[in-house]
Nanobody, 119 residues
Framework: QVQLMESGGGLAQVGGSLNLSCVVS????????LGWYRQNPGEPRELVAG???????TYARSAVGRFTITRGNAKNTVYLQMTDLKPEDTAVYYC?????????????WGQGTQVTVSS
């Protein structure tokens, strides 16, 4: 079983910064992807940034130049540094882990953390 523990988020002013962390616990999986998504009510969940089957990160266009995703040395932790925040960054942010075990992929999500950017 895999568990994702998210931390960070909260309230920020426009132009401010917030940091998110996600620790993935569990064993027996080969990591396929690890990243952050966000979602607002009534809208689809969208990728913000992630390591998608690669050590090179992928970013949403809206995140380029403002957000930075990194992984911890143990590879089971992922961080999202968000700068120059805008009101449109307001959403619930979810950590996502996709791993392979015994040949099959498994998809896990964190509980979500609210990010609110106020002007």
């Amino acid at each position: 079983q895999v568990q994702l523990m998210e931390s960070g988020g909260g309230l920020a002013q426009v132009g401010g910064s917030l940091n998110l962390s996600c620790v993935v616990s569990g064993s027996g999986f080969t990591t396929l992807s690890l990243g952050w998504y966000r979602q607002n009510p009534g809208e689809p969940r969208e990728l913000v940034a992630g390591f998608m089957a690669s050590d090179r990160p992928t970013y949403a266009r809206s995140a380029v130049g403002r957000f930075t995703i990194t992984r911890g040395n143990a590879k089971n932790t992922v961080y999202l540094q968000m700068t120059d925040l805008k009101p449109e960054d307001t959403a619930v942010y979810y950590c996502n882990f996709v791993g392979r075990r015994l040949g099959s992929p498994y998809d896990y999500w964190g509980q979500g953390t609210q990010v609110t950017v106020s002007s």
